[in-house]
Each structure stands twice: as structure tokens, then as C-alpha cells.
């Protein structure tokens, strides 16, 4: 069964200033999509970043970039210029892509608590 | 323009009620999905649901139940609920097929006292 960790339960960054976020996971398969999700106060996951295993080139957008290390099993998050609203719990999350009895369904590590300083 | 919402957003009940949570997506998508979050905030799947199949995490208890009317809606029923389902349950939908990402509705927060 894949699992997915996250091993910082809390992390604080200066608004303006650069905070990564590490997640890891076991699998394995070797074609599946990992996502970045955002759970600010209001509660709404929102969909911050996705990538595809198959793919080398690590995903952005905007402010936001991954370090996708397939070999480590590794998908770090990188939030730049920081700002006070990216407060909130951003959760990792690994999909197989591999049809089966798990179709379609995320596996989710158990959150990062990101604080932001003005 | 909500894309997939929910209904209601808070449920306070005793235990032994039968409660319902609606889920609504307006994004076209053709594949539904209940979590649950615990009070750790750790989010783990209850069920997916397209109009081919449904599949359940086997963890889930049998008291859980989900009913879809139609395409656009996926409804969860709960019977004789019990304190340790107090959790915050979040429907999702995506269009079929791995590759697809999944939007989340906004989470109930089900109490159970």
C-alpha cells in the first residue's frame, strides 16, 4: 500500500522571504501524480499544484514549485515572496495510476501547518 | 459559481440519529467522491463513485451510505451515528479517468454528541 509523510507538523516563514515544504512517499509503482493541496482556515482544500511522475520537469505556478525527486521519492513544496494569506495546512497527496480497487482516490499525508509572520 | 458544494455546512446531532450530507457539483464531472477528516486532520477516502461503480474503502462502516440521484449530486447518509464519527466530511468530483484532478467542496464539521 502507498503511504505518504510529511515529517514537518508545523513550519513558519517571514512574509516575503522563501518556505519548503517536504513530503515523501512510498510506492511501488512507477507512474502516478502527486498534488499539493492548501486547507486555509475556512476549511475549502483548494488545488495548489499537480505532477505527473512521468514527467522530469518540475511543476509551477506562480510562486509555487515543486522538487520532484522520483528516485528519492521526494516532492517538496516551494512557496517564494511569501505572503500572509498562504497561511494554512497544505497537504501532500499521491493518486496511482493504476486502475484497480483504489481508482481514483487520494492518499493524503497528515498536513503541514504553514504560519506566515508579517 | 460555486463548483462543488455541500449541505449543510455544520451538523450538531445526538447519537443514534440518522443524518444526510448533501454534495452537489456543477463542473460536469462524472465522478463523485466522499473523505473524511479526522480530528488530526488526517483526510482518508470513504468512497468513490462513478455512474459505473461504486467502491468502498473497506474501513468504512456499513452505517455509511452513499445515494446518488443523479450525475451532479452525491449524497451521504449516516445511520445510528456514533461520537467517533464526529469529523469534518468533504465531498469531491473530477472527470473520469487517473490523470484527472479532483475539487473539493467545502467540508461539513458533523458533530456528534
Known amino acids: 500500500a502507498q503511504t505518504v509523510t510529511q515529517s514537518q507538523p508545523e513550519m513558519s516563514v517571514q512574509e516575503a522571504e522563501t518556505v519548503t515544504l517536504s513530503c515523501t512517499y512510498d510506492?511501488?509503482?512507477?507512474?502516478?501524480?502527486l498534488f499539493w493541496y492548501k486547507q486555509p482556515p475556512s476549511r475549502q482544500m483548494i488545488l495548489v499544484i499537480r505532477?505527473?511522475?512521468?514527467?522530469?520537469q518540475n511543476a509551477t505556478e506562480n510562486r509555487f514549485s515543486v522538487n520532484f525527486q522520483k528516485a528519492a521519492k521526494s516532492f517538496s513544496l516551494k512557496i517564494s515572496d511569501s505572503q500572509l494569506g498562504d497561511a494554512a495546512m497544505y497537504f501532500c497527496?499521491?493518486?496511482?495510476?493504476?486502475?484497480?480497487?483504489?481508482?481514483?482516490?487520494?492518499?493524503f499525508g497528515k498536513g503541514t501547518k504553514l504560519s506566515v509572520k508579517p | 459559481d460555486t463548483a462543488v458544494s455541500q449541505t449543510p455546512k455544520y451538523l450538531v446531532t445526538q447519537m443514534g440519529n440518522d443524518k444526510s450530507i448533501k454534495c452537489e457539483q456543477n463542473?460536469?464531472?462524472?465522478?463523485m467522491y466522499w473523505y473524511k477528516q479526522d480530528s488530526k486532520k488526517f483526510l482518508k477516502i470513504m468512497f468513490s463513485?462513478?455512474?459505473?461503480?461504486?467502491?468502498i474503502n473497506e474501513t468504512v462502516p456499513n452505517r455509511f451510505s452513499p445515494k446518488s440521484p443523479d450525475k451532479a449530486h452525491l449524497n451521504l447518509h449516516i445511520n445510528s451515528l456514533e461520537l467517533g464519527d464526529s469529523a469534518v466530511y468533504f465531498c469531491?468530483?473530477?472527470?473520469?479517468?487517473?490523470?484527472?484532478?479532483?475539487?473539493f467542496g467545502p467540508g461539513t464539521r458533523l458533530l456528534v454528541l
Open positions: 469531491a468530483s473530477s472527470l473520469a479517468g487517473i490523470q484527472e484532478t479532483q475539487y
Open positions: 510506492t511501488s509503482e512507477s507512474d502516478y501524480y
Open positions: 505532477q505527473e511522475a512521468y514527467k522530469q
Open positions: 497527496a499521491y493518486r496511482s495510476a493504476n486502475y484497480g480497487g483504489s481508482q481514483g482516490n487520494l492518499i
Open positions: 463542473l460536469g464531472h462524472d465522478t
Open positions: 463513485y462513478n455512474n459505473k461503480e461504486l467502491i
